[in-house]
């Protein structure tokens, strides 16, 4: 049974396209424009500059695919490039702090844990406690969980993608667990099993 192209290794795929592959780049294109959409809709509500920057952004790979690195995960390495031209198109905008390097920025995701985990009303009122908590989170925080839980990025791979250090990464999950154990109390260690379920 000969090999198919969906079968190929992110290594593979990008070696492909690279060589000038028109299977391979169309592939690039199927398999990740829709998630691409999804993320930069979470950094502002201008749908047509999302779609521009993802187009431009596919664009511009094929233009320059001889000069691109090798990559080992191309999930992670669209999403910084994606994030990195949205913020830079946020710098043409007078009178904003988008884009800039301080944590202002907005990032739009409403987390919601699904309601048939849980089976009694006190298990719902803690669970609705949750999904409260967590959106109220500062947008770094909850753009970390995000990319942990829902693009199940490595810490490593987030850390290259918000361009700080691995640490940081590390503090800042921290930091937002610490803040929902504080709100929660005695009611944390069960919330958070419902959390873990969810996420994983």
């Not at 999804?38 to 201008?46: E, V």
């Not at 944590?103 to 009122?125: G, K, N, R």
């Not at 944390?188 to 969810?198: G, H, M, Q, V």
Request: one cysteine or more.
């Amino acid at each position: 049974m000969p090999v198919q192209m969906t079968d190929f290794t992110d290594e593979q795929i990008w070696e492909s396209f690279q060589e000038d592959d028109s299977e391979a780049f169309t592939l690039l294109i199927k398999r990740y424009s829709r998630f691409l959409l999804s993320y930069g809709r979470k950094f502002t509500l201008d749908q047509e500059l999302v779609k521009d920057c993802v187009q431009d952004l596919f664009t511009e790979l094929w233009i320059y695919r001889k000069r691109l690195s090798k990559v080992t995960s191309i999930h992670s390495y669209l999403l910084v490039s994606l994030r990195r031209k949205i913020f830079n198109s946020f710098k043409s905008f007078p009178h904003t702090t988008l884009g800039r390097d301080d944590a202002d920025y907005p990032f739009m995701i409403t987390f919601s844990i699904q309601e048939q985990l849980v089976e009694s009303e006190t298990e719902q009122h803690r669970l609705d406690q949750l999904n409260y908590m967590m959106n109220i989170l500062p947008a770094r925080q909850k753009e970390v969980l995000y990319l942990k839980f829902y693009q199940n990025l490595s810490n490593q791979e987030i850390a290259e993608l918000l361009n700080v250090q691995y640490q940081s990464v590390s503090n800042l999950l921290q930091r937002a667990l610490a803040y929902l154990r504080s709100h929660w109390k005695e009611e944390f260690t069960l919330s958070l099993l419902i959390l873990s379920t969810f996420l994983n």
